[in-house]
């Protein structure tokens, strides 16, 4: 909703104006969400789910428990789905790929027992739509 369709679409690296713009999307979802009423905090999760474990992540840079269990479960989510499927700028990589990701950044930028919960899911033989 907030990031022009000419961005997203991008084939190319996007540049600093264009990546303060996607780095802003977490805030610009919550303050959408932030007044509809759904019971669990939905809003606080969508502006968390670019934290990473280590504090690297956007747009306020929480650790650890900071990042509330939704957050991290969807980062990771959202990871495995960006990889493993096409975007305009490249190919879909692959879910292998995409597990291979998540399961390299565990302890820095993804929580231990949410990869492990991940990885559980695919080798049970789930697949994603």
């Known amino acids: 909703m907030f990031i022009p369709a000419d961005i997203l679409n991008k084939p190319g690296k996007l540049n600093e104006i264009e990546w303060a713009l996607i780095e802003n999307h977490p805030e610009e979802g919550?303050?959408?969400?932030?007044?509809?009423?759904?019971?669990?905090?939905?809003?606080e999760i969508v502006r968390q789910h670019h934290e990473r474990i280590d504090g690297s992540g956007y747009p306020r840079g929480l650790k650890n428990e900071e990042i509330m269990l939704e957050a991290r479960i969807i980062a990771a989510a959202d990871v495995v789905e960006a990889i493993s499927s096409h975007r305009p700028y490249r190919p879909a990589l692959g879910l292998e790929m995409a597990l291979e990701e998540i399961k390299s950044g565990v302890g820095t930028k993804y929580d231990e027992e949410v990869v492990k919960g991940c990885l559980e899911l695919f080798s049970s033989g789930f697949l994603p739509d």
């Open 30 to 43: 919550f303050k959408i969400l932030k007044e509809i009423h759904f019971g669990p905090p939905v809003a």
